[in-house]
């Protein structure tokens, strides 16, 4: 602490930085001297100094694209995601601007809470002409329904955030309030993680507050409002999918908070209850966080048309079966067109002035509000009076004139849809950009609350988004290009709490049970299958790419011909291809081979498969380990990079790629055999992979062997090294290779990872521990798994490999058979455990 | 005093077992003025487990059930008894200048102006614009009181409009109606509400059940009555008074009111979701038997 005496007014690191001049810095106090809570900061970055600075800023962008942290700009207009940016440099907050934050944003969320409480009761806010009844019972997303939904005393707002800018003369206004499902949680502890690793020394230095309390908070909130089980309720995290553009944060929260991370179709009301659709059968909800708009949650009594909600959810609700957080209509509180009346609703319901003030704002729907917003239209911001950016907000300084008088036109003809708000002079914060460069940019906070008790508790953090451009973070708050950690001045030595759980609280001993949500299970079997079939592909792919590129030899056609058959029936290249004169297509492969395997119109492509690999792995990313997750997804990666040039991409960069395809499934295969606990989550994919396995093996071996090449050996050998059972047969039989070995090795041989018998045991294992196995009778699924797995036992090498007519009847006839049922065994699977409903339909209103 | 027994039956048939659905139902006759609902019994099949009755913000008695057994058929029937007495509505040119009902609500000064204020504003069907005042404003010179120029909007309507089933749906918004003079009692409601809001009058929404009577010399054809709809327009002191754009009448011991709400929206008499189910059909019969007269 005694170096915060230290005078820095020549700071090296920041010899360059220019606040701007008139707005505020958040750094710098005038005379460019730091303010005193961030000496300590300041000192410990100088003492880096900037090459250590660059090299935490690359760690730190490297660290977000590992972790595959993504954002999108617009969050409620689904623009495609892109890389979160992170700048290096925080901002700090001292311990008595947090002291004012704290007290005024509580004060605010209180209000709020009240507002909502007041609308969707007694109404005293419209009966004594506080509101204009205009922006309630004329507000679009005032649907009836919320009225006198939840009982009072039931809190409204479990999560709030406030949008906050700081004017030149330092003092702070509320841009906007967000009472939805605010978002930016999840980047915050993405944030302070990567901070906290990335800059470990000016972390410590700083002396700041953790993050951890609040989010212990919101789990005891949201544990508090359980209707039942308040000591363990089950809770879930009801997100909008992976297309949403809230979805990473949704996994992060998540798992963060321990919930079960659940989509409209995984939930559904039976018998008065909101239940989770599990493997183990049907378990009723308590609470659900929802990341879902308020009208979306129930297509029966609100929007009709949503995909995303539940049906029949608002009458649980309504019968106190089920809590949502926030409550159902807590979005109202954000309504734009509220801003102008909240300084007289705190008096009229807190009887207190409103501590943090709202910037100017102008609801057009009164006329003489609209009068001066026409006359000073040059100096605001124009934007939706009803819903938080259902369009962006314009600024018609920057319009060409005829798109002002369109505006105008519209301002006049329906005004009380609009809002006006004033513009402000944004404070600055050093940005990092890297070699010593550090400049001013405008910066945009976001500070979170939970729900207390009969209060509110403040963050002691937040997310800063800052841009160059002075306007940009006008139009949305997540307009800006780069992040920043905002740190809270600690009050004394930093506690160090963690969410997990209070370490003397004794817990109850568990096992994971069968309470995987079925399109999770259904999502791991899946990506289990493809996987396997990513692998298999390119297993023979690398064969093929060696022989086209080795060297020439007599026999080399033979085998040629049969390995491009073997590639026809797996799907990856044309049938056409391999039934061609060989001497015609040869000149080609080389050529055609990157285009068959880039063709994402083929749907079992290899390319297409890695894609259909990495979705999966997107879409249950919560219930695979992070290195897991990354291995595919870098895969995914990669792929995507390479196709940019297939024309250009020759057999070695080929035989590259699919070499590493192979390498990055071996690593997943070993985290998930070494790592991931033996529940559902890793039955159902190795279900996935051994199924998928079988199909493989019995279209190679079918493919290759049922006609015999002659000579025969090349073949064998490929078929060995493209099943990876080389090695065990050279250990076996050196160097001499013949059919019955080889059959008996990759069919009957259950010592043999790879041979059909090891798979079907496994099958039967995994079956037979579904949760609804082992009943008196056996289902379909067992059925068939224990008949497939008995006729491969049964089998004789011998047998399988007589020849008759050229042919090798009793092998083409086994394989048939596995070919054929190894789909109808994925689908009893399916049927028994993964299939649910489809989607609602509403009824054609007579 | 007219007694009536009315079955509403509607019926559902799938090509497919649908496993699961929930709905909510507004098909209880409501008490109004000159109406009185004294029985009401709802019959399901299959019969749920349980049904949950509640009113909704403007009253309206809604029922609600979910059935988790697979089906291929659902039938709802609602059997209610109403009483019916002859009202007196109020002499129109005794009501007050429609500005004055305006204006009064707009300000917020008329008494009631906090029930009667939600029937001013644009609802999910119903948005105001200017080619609905265009319509209106021969029906509404300044002055006028509000009951003569609201009934002289709904013969307007009557006179211009095309009665045609098949030209609308229950989704058609009032603009489209308007611009092609045609439609069905829906539409001619909606059209209505839509020139007296953006007039600033309050208007609601009123569905129910009309009573036909047979030509002379035929007998009434049972179930072959059908859900009805019309508006009601606010009178001030007089309070609302429900008019019939279809049949160009102020409602008197002819309309049974089920619900009312800001539009078809509010009082759709059955909502709901279902799963699976392939190809579905319809089939809806309402019967409105005159008990004793």
Same mark, same amino acid.
């Given at each position: 602490?005694?170096?915060?005496?230290?005078?820095?007014?020549?700071?090296?690191?920041?010899?360059?930085?220019?606040?701007?001049?008139?707005?505020?810095?958040?750094?710098?106090?005038?005379?460019?001297?730091?303010?005193?809570?961030?000496?300590? @900061?300041?000192?410990? &970055?100088? /003492?880096?100094?900037?090459?250590? $600075? %660059?090299? +935490?800023?690359?760690?730190? *962008?490297? #660290? =977000?694209?590992?972790?595959?942290?993504?954002?999108?700009?617009?969050?409620?207009?689904?623009?495609?995601?892109?890389?979160?940016?992170?700048?290096? @440099?925080?901002?700090? &907050?001292? /311990?008595?601007?947090?002291?004012? $934050? %704290?007290? +005024?944003?509580?004060?605010? *969320?209180? #209000? =709020?809470?009240?507002?909502?409480?007041?609308?969707?009761?007694?109404?005293?806010?419209?009966?004594?002409?506080?509101?204009?009844?205009?922006?309630?019972?004329?507000?679009?997303?005032?649907?009836?329904?919320?009225?006198? $939904?939840?009982?009072?005393?039931?809190?409204?707002?479990?999560?709030?955030?406030?949008?906050?800018?700081?004017?030149?003369?330092?003092?702070?206004?509320?841009?906007?309030?967000?009472?939805?499902?605010?978002?930016?949680?999840?980047?915050?502890?993405?944030?302070?993680?990567?901070?906290?690793?990335?800059?470990?020394?000016?972390?410590?230095?700083?002396?700041?507050?953790?993050?951890?309390?609040?989010?212990?908070?919101?789990?005891?909130?949201?544990?508090?409002?359980?209707?039942?089980?308040?000591?363990?309720?089950?809770?879930?995290?009801?997100?909008?999918?992976?297309?949403?553009?809230?979805?990473?944060?949704?996994?992060?929260?998540?798992?963060?908070?321990?919930?079960?991370?659940?989509?409209?179709?995984?939930?559904?009301?039976?018998?008065?209850?909101?239940?989770?659709?599990?493997?183990?059968?049907?378990?009723?909800?308590?609470?659900?966080?929802?990341?879902?708009?308020?009208?979306?949650?129930?297509?029966?009594?609100?929007?009709?048309?949503?995909?995303?909600?539940?049906?029949?959810?608002?009458?649980?609700?309504?019968?106190?079966?089920?809590?949502?957080?926030?409550?159902?209509?807590?979005?109202?509180?954000?309504?734009?067109?509220?801003?102008?009346?909240?300084?007289?609703?705190?008096?009229?319901?807190?009887?207190?002035?409103?501590?943090?003030?709202?910037?100017?704002?102008?609801?057009?729907?009164?006329?003489?509000?609209?009068?001066?917003?026409?006359?000073?239209?040059?100096?605001?911001?124009?934007?939706?009076?009803?819903?938080?950016?259902?369009?962006?907000?314009?600024?018609?300084?920057?319009?060409?004139?005829?798109?002002?008088?369109?505006?105008?036109?519209?301002?006049?003809?329906?005004?009380?849809?609009?809002?006006?708000?004033?513009?402000?002079?944004?404070?600055?914060?050093?940005?990092?950009?890297?070699?010593?460069?550090?400049?001013?940019?405008?910066?945009?906070?976001?500070?979170?609350?939970?729900?207390?008790?009969?209060?509110?508790?403040?963050?002691?953090?937040?997310?800063?988004?800052?841009?160059?451009?002075?306007?940009?973070?006008?139009?949305?708050?997540?307009?800006?290009?780069?992040?920043?950690?905002?740190?809270?001045?600690?009050?004394?030595?930093?506690?160090?709490?963690?969410?997990?759980?209070?370490?003397?609280?004794?817990?109850?001993?568990?096992?994971?049970?069968?309470?995987?949500?079925?399109?999770?299970?259904?999502?791991?079997?899946?990506?289990?299958?493809?996987?396997?079939?990513?692998?298999?592909?390119?297993?023979?792919?690398?064969?093929?790419?060696?022989?086209?590129?080795?060297?020439?030899?007599?026999?080399?056609?033979?085998?040629?011909?049969?390995?491009?058959?073997?590639?026809?029936?797996?799907?990856?290249?044309?049938?056409?291809?391999?039934?061609?004169?060989?001497?015609?297509?040869?000149?080609?492969?080389?050529?055609?081979?990157?285009?068959?395997?880039?063709?994402?119109?083929?749907?079992?492509?290899?390319?297409?498969?890695?894609?259909?690999?990495?979705?999966?792995?997107?879409?249950?990313?919560?219930?695979?380990?992070?290195?897991?997750?990354?291995?595919?997804?870098?895969?995914?990666?990669?792929?995507?990079?390479?196709?940019?040039?297939?024309?250009?991409?020759?057999?070695?960069?080929?035989?590259?790629?699919?070499?590493?395809?192979?390498?990055?499934?071996?690593?997943?295969?070993?985290?998930?055999?070494?790592?991931?606990?033996?529940?559902?989550?890793?039955?159902?994919?190795?279900?996935?992979?051994?199924?998928?396995?079988?199909?493989?093996?019995?279209?190679?071996?079918?493919?290759?062997?049922?006609?015999?090449?002659?000579?025969?050996?090349?073949?064998?050998?490929?078929?060995?090294?493209?099943?990876?059972?080389?090695?065990?047969?050279?250990?076996?039989?050196?160097?001499?290779?013949?059919?019955?070995?080889?059959?008996?090795?990759?069919?009957?041989?259950?010592?043999?990872?790879?041979?059909?018998?090891?798979?079907?045991?496994?099958?039967?294992?995994?079956?037979?521990?579904?949760?609804?196995?082992?009943?008196?009778?056996?289902?379909?699924?067992?059925?068939?798994?224990?008949?497939?797995?008995?006729?491969?036992?049964?089998?004789?090498?011998?047998?399988?490999?007589?020849?008759?007519?050229?042919?090798?009847?009793?092998?083409?006839?086994?394989?048939?058979?596995?070919?054929?049922?190894?789909?109808?065994?994925?689908?009893?699977?399916?049927?028994?455990?993964?299939?649910?409903?489809?989607?609602?339909?509403?009824?054609?209103?007579? | 005093?007219?007694?009536?027994?009315?079955?509403?039956?509607?019926?559902?048939?799938?090509?497919?077992?649908?496993?699961?659905?929930?709905?909510?139902?507004?098909?209880?006759?409501?008490?109004?003025?000159?109406?009185?609902?004294?029985?009401?019994?709802?019959?399901?099949?299959?019969?749920?487990?349980?049904?949950?009755?509640?009113?909704?913000?403007?009253?309206?008695?809604?029922?609600?059930?979910?059935?988790?057994?697979?089906?291929?058929?659902?039938?709802?029937?609602?059997?209610?008894?109403?009483?019916?007495?002859?009202?007196?509505?109020?002499?129109?040119?005794?009501?007050?200048?429609?500005?004055?009902?305006?204006?009064?609500?707009?300000?917020?000064?008329?008494?009631?102006?906090?029930?009667?204020?939600?029937?001013?504003?644009?609802?999910?069907?119903?948005?105001?614009?200017?080619?609905?005042?265009?319509?209106?404003?021969?029906?509404?010179?300044?002055?006028?009181?509000?009951?003569?120029?609201?009934?002289?909007?709904?013969?307007?309507?009557?006179?211009?409009?095309?009665?045609?089933?098949?030209?609308?749906?229950?989704?058609?918004?009032?603009?489209?109606?308007?611009?092609?003079?045609?439609?069905?009692?829906?539409?001619?409601?909606?059209?209505?509400?839509?020139?007296?809001?953006?007039?600033?009058?309050?208007?609601?929404?009123?569905?129910?059940?009309?009573?036909?009577?047979?030509?002379?010399?035929?007998?009434?054809?049972?179930?072959?009555?059908?859900?009805?709809?019309?508006?009601?327009?606010?009178?001030?002191?007089?309070?609302?008074?429900?008019?019939?754009?279809?049949?160009?009448?102020?409602?008197?011991?002819?309309?049974?009111?089920?619900?009312?709400?800001?539009?078809?929206?509010?009082?759709?008499?059955?909502?709901?979701?279902?799963?699976?189910?392939?190809?579905?059909?319809?089939?809806?019969?309402?019967?409105?038997?005159?008990?004793?007269?």
């Amino acid at each position: 602490m005694s170096e915060s005496l230290e005078l820095v007014t020549e700071a090296p690191l920041f010899a360059g930085y220019q606040p701007v001049d008139g707005v505020f810095d958040e750094l710098f106090a005038p005379l460019r001297e730091p303010h005193a809570h961030c000496r300590p @900061l300041v000192n410990e &970055l100088n /003492r880096l100094g900037r090459e250590e $600075l %660059d090299q +935490a800023s690359r760690r730190a *962008a490297q #660290l =977000l694209r590992d972790n595959g942290v993504t954002f999108n700009a617009y969050d409620e207009h689904g623009e495609s995601s892109r890389p979160w940016q992170l700048d290096v @440099l925080p901002t700090m &907050l001292s /311990r008595t601007e947090f002291q004012f $934050l %704290d007290t +005024a944003l509580i004060q605010r *969320a209180t #209000l =709020l809470e009240h507002v909502l409480v007041d609308l969707f009761g007694e109404q005293r806010l419209l009966s004594e002409k506080v509101l204009p009844p205009d922006i309630v019972f004329g507000h679009p997303g005032f649907h009836r329904a919320y009225h006198q $939904l939840q009982p009072v005393g039931l809190r409204r707002l479990t999560v709030y955030a406030a949008d906050l800018a700081r004017s030149p003369d330092g003092r702070w206004w509320a841009t906007g309030d967000r009472t939805r499902a605010p978002s930016g949680l999840g980047f915050v502890l993405e944030n302070r993680i990567v901070m906290s690793r990335v800059l470990p020394g000016p972390f410590r230095a700083a002396g700041i507050r953790r993050l951890a309390p609040f989010f212990a908070q919101l789990r005891e909130s949201l544990r508090e409002s359980a209707p039942r089980f308040r000591d363990n309720p089950r809770i879930v995290l009801l997100s909008r999918g992976p297309d949403s553009a809230t979805y990473f944060e949704d996994v992060y929260l998540a798992r963060y908070l321990g919930y079960t991370l659940a989509e409209g179709g995984d939930l559904a009301v039976r018998e008065g209850r909101v239940m989770l659709k599990t493997l183990g059968g049907l378990l009723p909800i308590e609470v659900i966080l929802r990341r879902v708009s308020d009208d979306d949650c129930d297509p029966v009594e609100l929007n009709p048309a949503s995909l995303t909600g539940v049906s029949g959810l608002v009458d649980v609700v309504r019968n106190q079966n089920v809590v949502v957080a926030n409550s159902l209509g807590s979005r109202l509180a954000e309504t734009p067109a509220f801003v102008p009346f909240l300084r007289n609703a705190c008096r009229f319901l807190l009887d207190e002035d409103l501590k943090l003030p709202s910037i100017a704002t102008w609801w057009c729907g009164d006329p003489t509000a609209l009068s001066y917003v026409l006359d000073h239209l040059n100096e605001l911001i124009i934007q939706p009076a009803f819903f938080v950016h259902s369009t962006l907000p314009v600024d018609p300084s920057l319009m060409t004139n005829a798109a002002r008088e369109k505006l105008i036109g519209q301002l006049r003809a329906r005004p009380a849809d609009f809002v006006a708000q004033e513009r402000i002079a944004r404070s600055t914060v050093p940005v990092w950009l890297g070699e010593g460069r550090v400049e001013p940019w405008h910066a945009a906070f976001r500070m979170f609350l939970t729900a207390d008790g009969d209060s509110f508790q403040t963050l002691p953090g937040g997310l800063a988004r800052v841009s160059p451009d002075r306007y940009l973070l006008d139009r949305s708050m997540t307009a800006g290009q780069r992040a920043q950690d905002v740190w809270v001045e600690s009050d004394g030595p930093v506690e160090t709490v963690t969410l997990l759980r209070s370490p003397d609280t004794p817990l109850t001993l568990m096992r994971s049970g069968n309470d995987l949500p079925s399109r999770d299970a259904d999502n791991l079997f899946w990506l289990g299958r493809m996987i396997e079939r990513a692998d298999g592909a390119a297993r023979v792919f690398r064969v093929v790419l060696q022989r086209v590129s080795g060297s020439e030899d007599e026999t080399s056609e033979v085998y040629r011909g049969t390995l491009l058959r073997a590639l026809a029936a797996l799907g990856q290249i044309e049938p056409g291809f391999a039934v061609l004169g060989l001497q015609e297509s040869m000149p080609d492969l080389e050529h055609n081979l990157p285009q068959a395997v880039f063709n994402t119109q083929e749907s079992r492509s290899l390319k297409s498969t890695v894609q259909e690999v990495s979705r999966l792995a997107d879409s249950v990313r919560d219930r695979l380990s992070l290195d897991a997750w990354r291995t595919l997804s870098k895969l995914a990666a990669t792929w995507n990079l390479s196709g940019r040039r297939v024309s250009q991409l020759d057999s070695a960069g080929l035989s590259g790629l699919v070499q590493q395809t192979i390498n990055s499934v071996a690593l997943f295969g070993g985290l998930s055999n070494e790592s991931m606990t033996r529940t559902q989550v890793w039955r159902f994919l190795e279900l996935g992979r051994r199924i998928e396995r079988v199909w493989n093996t019995a279209t190679l071996l079918q493919s290759t062997l049922v006609t015999p090449a002659v000579p025969e050996q090349p073949v064998l050998e490929t078929l060995l090294e493209a099943c990876d059972s080389i090695l065990t047969y050279r250990t076996r039989y050196l160097a001499t290779l013949q059919a019955e070995p080889v059959v008996d090795l990759l069919v009957v041989d259950a010592t043999n990872p790879r041979s059909l018998l090891f798979q079907l045991e496994r099958i039967q294992e995994h079956v037979s521990h579904l949760p609804f196995a082992a009943q008196a009778v056996l289902g379909p699924d067992e059925r068939l798994a224990l008949s497939l797995h008995n006729a491969v036992q049964l089998a004789e090498p011998h047998e399988l490999c007589r020849i008759e007519l050229d042919e090798r009847p009793t092998l083409d006839r086994l394989m048939q058979r596995l070919i054929d049922q190894t789909p109808r065994l994925s689908e009893s699977i399916s049927q028994r455990y993964l299939i649910h409903a489809g989607l609602p339909r509403r009824f054609g209103e007579d | 005093m007219t007694k009536y027994r009315i079955v509403h039956s509607t019926s559902y048939q799938y090509s497919e077992p649908v496993p699961v659905c929930h709905n909510q139902l507004r098909l209880s006759p409501r008490d109004a003025t000159w109406t009185q609902c004294t029985s009401h019994r709802l019959m399901i099949r299959p019969s749920p487990e349980s049904i949950f009755r509640r009113k909704d913000w403007f009253g309206n008695l809604v029922e609600s059930f979910s059935l988790d057994e697979n089906h291929r058929k659902l039938t709802v029937t609602a059997t209610s008894r109403v009483t019916v007495n002859p009202q007196t509505v109020p002499q129109p040119d005794q009501t007050p200048a429609w500005g004055d009902i305006a204006t009064g609500v707009r300000e917020r000064t008329v008494d009631d102006w906090l029930s009667v204020c939600e029937f001013i504003f644009d609802s999910p069907v119903v948005t105001r614009g200017s080619v609905f005042q265009e319509f209106a404003s021969d029906c509404f010179p300044p002055g006028r009181p509000v009951l003569a120029g609201a009934i002289a909007l709904t013969s307007k309507i009557h006179r211009e409009f095309k009665y045609d089933a098949r030209a609308t749906t229950v989704t058609t918004r009032p603009e489209d109606a308007l611009a092609a003079r045609h439609g069905v009692c829906q539409d001619f409601a909606h059209v209505a509400i839509a020139c007296l809001r953006t007039l600033g009058i309050p208007a609601r929404y009123v569905s129910g059940y009309l009573r036909t009577i047979p030509p002379p010399g035929k007998t009434r054809l049972v179930g072959a009555d059908a859900s009805h709809a019309w508006l009601a327009v606010w009178g001030g002191a007089a309070g609302w008074i429900d008019l019939d754009p279809t049949n160009d009448c102020v409602c008197s011991i002819d309309h049974i009111p089920i619900a009312w709400g800001r539009d078809y929206s509010d009082v759709a008499p059955i909502r709901g979701v279902f799963i699976g189910g392939g190809q579905h059909t319809l089939s809806v019969s309402v019967d409105v038997e005159p008990l004793e007269t």
